[in-house]
């Protein structure tokens, strides 16, 4: 079955709005990121959060790991937020593999 | 910039050509990853290396050929590729096993 679920797939917002990005895992995790792919391919670091609360500007993120779920939000957005997030998780179950989810895709319009 | 360098970051071969792919991390990181990209999927693991040592292969065709020198250097070398082989193929390096890990900038492949 499914290890690791982002929800929504797509998202089109206007500059300025929020968001909340969604990652749902299936077991009890060992770590968990979150990534922001640009358009050149690039994987960028925001958050690594196996538990709790983190801020970074205007992004933070949180990892409920007795409910097997992490959220990511972007408040005020802006147009270079755009691509794609991914989360990526160590389950304890998937025998040390970081599995990928299959990402929300962000675009923000002017 | 993460520290994890890919080389080159656009690669065009024919089907019957050998290339390789470099990946080069200054961070003193111990493990490194091989994944590959392709279109409307999921990130997938390929090769896993830890301390130079071959840790996980991922059911990956015998045309990609890893290979770790040193902890701070991993290949992919690639010979008689398919055109679904096409691909962004990205590397990555964390200082233990599956800790935080941090991507080069992936080299696109196109297989003709």
């Known amino acids: 079955g499914i290890q690791v679920e982002q929800s929504p797939p797509d998202l089109i917002l206007q500059e300025g709005a929020n968001s909340t990005l969604r990652c749902n895992f299936s077991d009890s995790v060992n770590n968990l990121q979150w990534f922001h792919q640009n358009p050149w391919g690039q994987l960028i670091n925001l958050f690594y959060i196996p538990s709790g609360t983190k801020q970074n500007g205007r992004l933070s993120a949180t990892t409920v790991a007795t409910e097997r779920y992490s959220l990511l939000y972007i408040s005020s957005s802006q147009t270079t937020d755009s691509g794609v997030y991914f989360c990526a998780v160590d389950l304890y179950s998937s025998a040390s593999k970081i599995i990928f989810g299959s990402g929300t895709r962000l675009s923000i319009r002017p | 910039e993460t520290g994890v360098t890919q080389t080159p970051r656009h690669l065009v071969m024919g089907m019957t050509n050998k290339k390789s792919l470099k990946c080069e991390q200054h961070?003193?990181?111990?493990?490194m990853y091989w994944y590959k990209q392709s279109a409307k999927k999921p990130l997938e693991l390929m090769f896993v290396?830890?301390?130079?040592?071959?840790?996980e292969n991922n059911s990956v065709p015998s045309r990609f050929s890893p290979e770790c020198p040193n902890s701070s250097h991993l290949f992919l070398h690639l010979h008689t590729l398919q055109p679904e082989d096409s691909a962004l193929y990205l590397c990555a390096s964390s200082q233990h096993m599956n800790t935080e890990a941090f991507f080069g900038q992936g080299t696109r492949l196109t297989v003709v």
């Open positions: 961070l003193g990181h111990n493990a």
């Open positions: 290396y830890n301390f130079k040592e071959q840790t």
